[in-house]
């Protein structure tokens, strides 16, 4: 596989390349694949976090919670109209380090599964 096959993730910044790398570093061919193939389909994309955050000043609060797999605060964000804004104003500036950190337990989760922790 090319070593820069995780270049082509939309929306990937230097800093998860980098970890995508040293997490798969002593991975075979097939098993990087593997891995590959199950974090592309778990993976969000920045832009798309955005976007459904901003969908709270629209009315809508929380869907960017839902999408990452925190359904408790998507919850509260759709009942309190986003802590009345506040929320979704502060999850719309940290919108990167949110999907960071959601990105990043997936592919470790990912990487468990396939044996390597």
């Known amino acids: ?3 820069f096959y995780f ?7 230097h800093e998860e ?4 790398e ?5 991975y075979d061919p097939d098993t990087r694949q593997r891995f590959l193939i199950l974090y592309q389909g778990k993976r969000k994309d920045p ?4 976007i ?3 969908l709270g000043f629209a009315g809508v609060n929380g869907v960017h919670r839902f999408l990452m797999d925190q359904i408790l605060m998507g919850i509260l964000f759709l009942f309190t109209a986003g802590f009345c804004l ?7 500036i940290n919108y990167r380090k949110l999907t960071w950190e959601h990105n990043k ?11 390597r922790y």
């Open 1 to 3: 596989m090319n070593d």
């Open 7 to 13: 270049a082509m993730l939309p929306g990937i910044d």
């Open 17 to 20: 390349m980098i970890w995508l």
């Open 22 to 26: 040293e997490l798969t570093k002593k």
């Open 47 to 50: 832009q798309t976090i955005l």
């Open 52 to 54: 459904t955050c901003l």
């Open 86 to 92: 506040i929320g979704t104003i502060i999850d719309a």
């Open 105 to 115: 337990q997936i592919s470790m989760e990912i990487a468990s599964m396939l044996g």
